[in-house]
T-cell receptor
Framework: EAQVTQNPRYLITVTGKKLTVTCSQNMNHEYMSWYRQDPGLGLRQIYYSMNVEVTDKGDVPEGYKVSRKEKRNFPLILESPSPNQTSLYFC????????????????FGPGTRLTVL | GIQVEQSPPDLILQEGANSTLRCNFSDSVNNLQWFHQNPWGQLINLFYIPSGTKQNGRLSATTVATERYSLLYISSSQTTDSGVYFCAVESTSGTYKYIFGTGTRLKVLA
């Protein structure tokens, strides 16, 4: 089954304790992306990756790191989480278009609800 | 950067009614997608529609790129259509960022 998986689905942690949220897709997609969703703000892009070893900042990258060492995985790293990073996080993936190299239809993972105390 | 506005912010319908959701964007876009977030939080892509019109069952979408808006039509609404509808655009700025609107929250009453 084609899917994007995220782990963990729920996480409660404390300020300053490093954590990683994993994202994996089995569709051989080139483009992967992380979003956070907050009430009243919709979804905001944190980081995206066009392919292995190619990553770039979205609109809200501060406090986050990513890596793309393999095509299927795109982990999100919070080196020193703070309470303002409490949010619902989504990973997404897509093919890239031949015409301009941009992302095609995005498919989303189930989400990770993170609470930082 | 590009601004994406959706209207209305909230919508309540009786089952069987039709509705139109609007997405306005402030600059040229490479592509546009519509998503439905169901009450369980799952995000499902509905349409990839940088221009033109597409239909999928009771849903259809039209994007008029030159006038910088897109419309999502829901006909004969059902309670399972409830949730939040988002549009998202990728601007032509030379990056591959996606910008989401703040959504339209739809509630369909039985």
């Amino acid at each position: 089954e084609a899917q994007v998986t995220q782990n963990p689905r729920y996480l409660i942690t404390v300020t300053g304790k490093k954590l990683t949220v994993t994202c994996s897709q089995n569709m051989n997609h080139e483009y992967m992306s992380w979003y956070r969703q907050d009430p009243g703000l919709g979804l905001r892009q944190i980081y995206y990756s066009m392919n292995v070893e190619v990553t770039d900042k979205g609109d809200v990258p501060e406090g986050y790191k990513v890596s793309r060492k393999e095509k299927r995985n795109f982990p999100l790293i919070l080196e020193s989480p703070s309470p303002n990073q409490t949010s619902l996080y989504f990973c997404a993936s897509s093919y890239t278009l031949l015409v301009d190299g941009g992302p095609d239809t995005q498919y989303f993972g189930p989400g990770t609800r993170l609470t930082v105390l | 950067g590009i601004q994406v506005e959706q209207s209305p912010p909230d919508l309540i319908l009786q089952e069987g009614a039709n509705s139109t959701l609007r997405c306005n964007f402030s600059d040229s876009v490479n592509n546009l997608q519509w998503f439905h977030q169901n009450p369980w939080g799952q995000l499902i892509n509905l349409f990839y529609i940088p221009s033109g019109t597409k239909q999928n069952g009771r849903l259809s979408a039209t994007t008029v790129a030159t006038e910088r808006y897109s419309l999502l039509y829901i006909s004969s609404s059902q309670t399972t259509d409830s949730g939040v509808y988002f549009c998202a655009v990728e601007s032509t700025s030379g990056t591959y960022k996606y910008i989401f609107g703040t959504g339209t929250r739809l509630k369909v009453l039985a």
